[in-house]
């Protein structure tokens, strides 16, 4: 990952902090606290964190409004699926990048049981939020947090997202499997997604 590709993410604050920095720049990086203590997980030389099944957290609660003004319940809409959810914002250049690979993967898989859901962040209201989705013909819903809150239900040491973009995996069983803190490739999307749609 270059420099400039490293820096252009933006850091979410730990767990104990109250609401986002909003006063931070769009994409301006730095680290974070938060994700520490005894984990479960490891991080692979590809950047992305798996948790071997039967040691997994518990998803958080994750509803709310959604971008479009509906409502959405990711656990009770989404029960026995696996589910995706990026992290990302319209300000935010890697999320561009990697929208399209999320929008081909998500018709790919659709039928085998994966849904997706985006999480935005930091938009100061839905309309760029809108935008974006229409620009990268996202078809799957978006939970609108422009403060982070949804973010913070994300336990300390569990597979946070502490980074805009985040993608995490959800397994079958509400339980958090996989997270990465870069933007994905349609490659490393599905080989995140591979070994959880292989589980029984």
Same mark, same amino acid.
């Given at each position: 990952?270059?420099?400039?590709?490293?820096?252009?993410?933006? @850091?979410?604050?730990?767990?104990?902090?109250?609401?986002?920095?909003?006063?931070?720049?769009?994409?301006? %990086?730095?680290?974070?606290?938060?994700? %520490?203590?005894?984990? =479960?997980?490891?991080?692979?030389?590809?950047?992305?964190?798996?948790?071997?099944?039967?040691?997994?957290?518990?998803?958080?609660?994750?509803?709310? *409004?959604?971008?479009?003004?509906?409502?959405? $319940?990711?656990?009770?809409?989404?029960?026995?699926?696996?589910?995706?959810?990026?992290?990302?914002?319209?300000?935010?250049?890697?999320?561009?990048?990697?929208?399209?690979?999320?929008?081909?993967?998500?018709? $790919?898989?659709? $039928?085998? =049981?994966?849904? #997706?859901? %985006?999480?935005?962040?930091?938009?100061?209201?839905?309309?760029?939020?809108?935008? #974006?989705?229409?620009?990268?013909?996202?078809?799957?819903?978006?939970?609108?947090?422009?403060? =982070?809150?949804?973010?913070?239900? #994300?336990?300390?040491?569990?597979?946070?997202?502490? #980074?805009?973009?985040?993608?995490?995996?959800? $397994?079958? *069983? %509400?339980?958090? @499997?996989?997270?990465?803190?870069?933007?994905?490739?349609? *490659?490393?999307?599905?080989?995140?997604?591979?070994?959880?749609?292989?589980?029984?």
């Amino acid at each position: 990952m270059s420099v400039r590709t490293s820096r252009s993410r933006a @850091a979410l604050p730990s767990a104990g902090a109250a609401v986002l920095a909003l006063t931070l720049s769009a994409c301006a %990086g730095g680290s974070i606290e938060g994700g %520490g203590g005894q984990t =479960g997980f490891i991080t692979g030389s590809d950047g992305i964190a798996t948790v071997k099944k039967g040691d997994r957290d518990d998803a958080p609660d994750l509803s709310g *409004e959604t971008i479009d003004g509906g409502r959405l $319940d990711v656990s009770s809409a989404y029960k026995g699926k696996i589910i995706v959810v990026n992290v990302w914002g319209s300000w935010c250049a890697p999320c561009r990048a990697e929208a399209p690979n999320l929008v081909k993967v998500s018709e $790919d898989l659709a $039928d085998q =049981g994966v849904r #997706f859901v %985006g999480i935005n962040t930091r938009d100061s209201s839905t309309r760029p939020a809108v935008a #974006f989705e229409g620009q990268y013909k996202v078809e799957y819903p978006s939970l609108y947090d422009p403060t =982070g809150k949804l973010l913070l239900r #994300f336990e300390k040491g569990s597979l946070n997202p502490q #980074f805009i973009p985040s993608t995490l995996v959800i $397994d079958r *069983e %509400g339980k958090l @499997a996989a997270r990465t803190q870069q933007a994905l490739s349609e *490659e490393k999307l599905r080989g995140m997604l591979e070994p959880i749609l292989a589980e029984k």
